[in-house]
């Protein structure tokens, strides 16, 4: 299991911030090409204007996942002319869990060393071997943190009592492979929240989607724009001004969710949503039931909406949904506008 799984891991950085203010990339391994480089820069916040001081933060950029952990230093170390510093780890998963607990122990190791030599070492044997143990500075398993548990981190449940029945926006959004995007002057509020929407649609166990840190630069949003759905996260309220860039927008300050006026008509509701939309509160109400088995309610609706839909392909020629076999049905309109939009997404509909 290690084996496959130390594979994720890409590539381990440094950034310096010194006693003259300045900031730097000073050291990676084995490389990281200048346009990622840039990302990871433009997301430290030692290079970023504002006082805000951010621990860990994770994104996506061009199909590779980092993860930042930065620490202030404190005297005396054997880093005398360094003030702050980041490492950054670069990988093919998502696993913010696992990433943070591997970053603070080579935080330590820099701290006490002065030299990325020794973070160089731990790096290469979680590499190869999924370990990384060292008495002064904890020890490392890969095999402690399983994908699931990075899925199941974040809590359904806040998300339903924030939002409520309009949780079913969302719900329609993702099944939908629409494109939301968050809004929140704060990362922390915005990594919460944003990691936890892939799971109202557990059956794809997708989060590739999620994209929880991006900025309004051409690079990254052309980096987006090649993704047909995602949830997007943002900190510059002027994304609320970018149409092109969203069919739901979520302003998370305010708890309002807003439907784009071309995404009017895919996203239209009906019966079907507003009993989707009731189970969702009811399970994520119940103070009985865990976020793990709110996933699970809602997944199991989301498997007969599923199996239904796959039943009226399975009666079509080719397997494949038409509107004009929708429409024989005699749905409600605004059932069979979803079923059709859902097949698209699921590739279910002969074009």
């Given at each position: 299991?290690?084996?496959?799984?130390?594979?994720?891991?890409?590539?381990?950085?440094?950034?310096?911030?010194?006693?003259?203010?300045?900031?730097?990339?000073?050291?990676?391994?084995?490389?990281?090409?200048?346009?990622?480089?840039?990302?990871?820069?433009s997301k430290c916040c030692l290079t970023q204007d504002s006082r805000d001081f951010h621990t860990f933060v994770f994104g996506q950029f061009c199909r590779t996942w980092y993860?930042?952990?930065?620490?202030?230093?404190?005297?005396?170390?054997?880093?005398?002319?360094?003030?702050?510093?980041?490492?950054?780890?670069?990988?093919?998963?998502?696993?913010?869990?696992?990433?943070?607990?591997?970053?603070?122990?080579?935080?330590?190791?820099?701290?006490?060393?002065?030299?990325?030599?020794?973070?160089?070492?731990?790096?290469?044997?979680?590499?190869?071997?999924?370990?990384?143990?060292?008495?002064?500075?904890?020890?490392?398993?890969?095999?402690?943190?399983?994908v699931r548990k990075a899925y199941l981190a974040g809590s359904v449940k806040d998300v339903v009592s924030q939002f409520g029945l309009e949780t079913i926006i969302l719900y329609?959004?993702?099944?939908?492979?629409?494109?939301?995007?968050?809004?929140?002057?704060?990362?922390?509020?915005?990594?919460?929240?944003?990691?936890?929407?892939?799971?109202?649609?557990?059956?794809?166990?997708?989060?590739?989607?999620?994209?929880?840190?991006?900025?309004?630069?051409?690079?990254?949003?052309?980096?987006?724009?090649?993704?047909?759905?995602?949830?997007?996260?943002?900190?510059?309220?002027?994304?609320?001004?970018?149409?092109?860039?969203?069919?739901?927008?979520?302003?998370?300050?305010?708890?309002?969710?807003?439907?784009?006026?071309?995404?009017?008509?895919?996203?239209?509701?009906?019966?079907?949503?507003?009993?989707?939309?009731?189970?969702?509160?009811?399970?994520?109400?119940?103070?009985?039931?865990?976020?793990?088995?709110?996933?699970?309610?809602?997944?199991?609706?989301?498997?007969?909406?599923?199996?239904?839909?796959?039943?009226?392909?399975?009666?079509?020629?080719?397997?494949?949904?038409?509107?004009?076999?929708?429409?024989?049905?005699?749905?409600?309109?605004?059932?069979?506008?979803?079923?059709?939009?859902?097949?698209?997404?699921?590739?279910l509909l002969r074009i």
């Amino acid at each position: 299991m290690a084996a496959t799984e130390t594979q994720f891991m890409l590539s381990v950085g440094l950034i310096e911030k010194d006693v003259n203010g300045d900031t730097l990339w000073v050291w990676c391994y084995p490389s990281v090409d200048s346009d990622l480089r840039q990302v990871l820069l433009s997301k430290c916040c030692l290079t970023q204007d504002s006082r805000d001081f951010h621990t860990f933060v994770f994104g996506q950029f061009c199909r590779t996942w980092y993860y930042i952990t930065t620490v202030e230093v404190q005297e005396p170390t054997a880093l005398n002319k360094v003030t702050h510093f980041s490492i950054v780890v670069t990988a093919k998963d998502f696993n913010p869990e696992k990433y943070a607990a591997l970053s603070r122990i080579l935080c330590r190791m820099y701290i006490k060393h002065g030299s990325p030599v020794k973070m160089m070492e731990a790096y290469i044997t979680v590499l190869t071997k999924g370990i990384c143990q060292s008495d002064e500075n904890g020890s490392f398993l890969i095999k402690d943190y399983d994908v699931r548990k990075a899925y199941l981190a974040g809590s359904v449940k806040d998300v339903v009592s924030q939002f409520g029945l309009e949780t079913i926006i969302l719900y329609t959004a993702l099944m939908l492979k629409r494109r939301i995007v968050v809004h929140h002057p704060r990362i922390e509020a915005l990594l919460e929240f944003t990691r936890v929407l892939p799971a109202l649609t557990w059956h794809r166990k997708d989060w590739s989607i999620l994209h929880p840190y991006v900025h309004l630069t051409d690079t990254e949003v052309e980096d987006l724009k090649k993704c047909p759905g995602y949830v997007a996260g943002f900190v510059d309220p002027e994304v609320s001004n970018r149409s092109d860039l969203f069919d739901v927008f979520v302003n998370l300050p305010d708890s309002v969710i807003t439907v784009s006026q071309s995404a009017k008509e895919a996203m239209a509701m009906g019966k079907l949503h507003k009993d989707v939309g009731h189970l969702i509160v009811q399970s994520a109400e119940d103070a009985e039931r865990s976020d793990s088995q709110v996933i699970k309610d809602i997944s199991v609706k989301t498997k007969e909406i599923l199996a239904n839909l796959v039943a009226l392909a399975d009666e079509c020629e080719d397997s494949k949904i038409t509107l004009e076999g929708l429409k024989q049905r005699h749905f409600p309109p605004a059932t069979e506008n979803f079923l059709f939009h859902l097949a698209a997404a699921e590739q279910l509909l002969r074009i």
